[in-house]
């Protein structure tokens, strides 16, 4: 009988552990955690004709990870374009139940072309986004039982293709959006949705809302 205890405890601390370090999954009934967060994410990965100095781009990756970033078991937010060829140039709505904590911008991909056959990625990793600690690139939180929203991410076409954090401006269309979402995910319309936008002084302006909550 002890020993079956033992091996008991010993299987629960397991998946207790399995759990905890649990990677991003997409929204569902079947994947909702009170106790984790939820981020909710647009990007946009058409293709942009005319940016800059090129004839198009396309926002192809975006990677967040939680800090510590150089833990032993780090937990790695990965959005990768669903086709690289033809992708309609509209934002994609993501909703992922996460760990709770700081997420840190640490990796994206920008694919820019003069042509067909001339083509190259302008690229940001961990050596460039994060300097001594700090965020360059910016960073964004959700605390356990929470939905957060973070943004729309795109592009930006000035002298060149340049990641842009967009978000929702009025107060008014953030009641309306989350309206919509809870139509989408009715199992968490009794959790208050958070606007805490994705904060970055390099990919973004500042938002005059700031931070709102819709319960």
């Not at 700090?134 to 929470?146: H, I, K, S, Y």
């Amino acid at each position: 009988m002890i020993n079956f205890l033992r091996h008991t405890i010993i299987f629960l601390l397991t998946l207790t552990t399995f759990v905890a370090r649990a990677e991003p999954v997409k929204l569902s009934t079947d994947t909702y955690n009170a106790e984790m967060g939820v981020a909710i994410i647009h990007v946009n990965w058409g293709r942009v004709w005319k940016c800059g100095k090129f004839e198009n781009a396309q926002l192809e990756a975006l990677n967040f990870t939680k800090t510590p970033i150089d833990s032993q078991d780090v937990t790695v937010l990965n959005l990768e374009t669903p086709s690289k060829l033809n992708v309609a140039n509209k934002y994609l709505a993501y909703a992922f139940v996460i760990q709770p904590g700081q997420y840190f911008l640490t990796g994206f991909d920008v694919k820019v072309a003069h042509s067909v056959t001339d083509v190259a990625h302008m690229n940001g990793g961990k050596e460039s986004l994060i300097k001594d600690g700090v965020p360059l690139g910016g960073m964004f939180t959700v605390n356990p039982g929470e939905i957060v929203y973070i943004g729309h991410f795109g592009l930006e076409c000035g002298a060149e293709p340049f990641l842009w954090r967009y978000f929702i401006e009025d107060q008014n269309d953030f009641g309306k959006y989350v309206e919509g979402f809870r139509k989408e995910f009715p199992f968490v319309k009794q959790v208050p949705v958070q606007y805490r936008i994705f904060s970055t002084k390099l990919f973004g302006n500042p938002s005059d809302l700031e931070s709102k909550t819709v319960n």
